[in-house]
């Protein structure tokens, strides 16, 4: 088992730039998540997918963020445009819904100058 | 709304003494609880969790948690702590179906 595999692990990006998150999450897992954490703020639930669909979505910081899910073994994260608020590190989650525990990704580490 | 707080940001100690992490929650119904530990650049892994079946429950690492619903709590503690310890805990409070919700974690310090 891979673990869920998050890319690129460092990614630096000018203001309004276009940045694009990818996530695979574990096989058979049918819920992913999207979680950002910065020192202020500490690990936020941005957004979340069950069976590709979003669930809730509340998290999302602005309309500059979107996330798509096109189909079980991919989801990405999208910023347009950035902004150096934006800089934290972003990491993917999956599960499945049976009562197994949240597995993390490494996390992608977003600076945007 | 469920959330949990987790009390003091910053906990220090000595190697090979006890290790207390405070965490309270608010949830309307019974929750899962958990705790995850994080280490430098890197994703949060599972220490324990809490699911209604017992209420002192076992981790890895020799940690364990305590739920006490009369208190709200759920600390996690290890009797001796170890400098392979040091890293950043977060609680985490689920309900059934939805997404955990994390604390804000607490930086633990081990010195020798």
């Known amino acids: 088992d891979a673990g869920v595999i998050q890319s690129p692990r460092h990614e630096v990006t000018e203001m309004g730039q276009e940045v694009t998150l990818r996530c695979k999450p574990i096989?058979?897992?049918?819920?992913l998540f999207w979680y950002r954490q910065t020192m202020m703020r500490g690990l936020e639930l941005l957004i979340y997918f069950n069976n590709n669909v979003p669930i809730d979505d509340s998290g999302m910081p602005e309309d500059r963020f979107s996330a798509k899910m096109p189909n079980a073994s991919f989801s990405t994260l999208k910023i347009q445009p950035s902004e150096p608020r934006d800089s934290a590190v972003y990491f993917c989650a999956s599960m499945d819904t049976h009562n197994s525990p949240l597995h993390f990704g490494n996390g992608t580490r977003l600076t945007v100058t | 709304a469920q959330s949990v707080t987790q009390l003091g940001s910053h906990v220090s100690v000595s190697e090979g003494a006890l290790v207390l992490l405070r965490c309270n929650y608010s949830s309307s119904v019974p929750p899962y609880l958990f705790w995850y530990v994080q280490y430098p650049n890197q994703g949060l892994q599972l220490l324990l969790k809490?699911?209604?079946?017992?209420?002192l429950v076992k981790g890895i690492n020799g940690f364990e948690a305590e739920f006490k619903k009369s208190e709200t709590s759920f600390h996690l503690t290890k009797p001796s702590a170890h400098m392979s310890d040091a890293a950043e805990y977060f609680c985490a409070v689920q309900k059934a179906g939805t997404a955990l919700i994390f604390g804000k974690g607490t930086t633990l310090s081990v010195s020798s």
């Open positions: 096989s058979g897992h049918n819920s």
């Open positions: 809490y699911t209604s079946a017992a209420t």
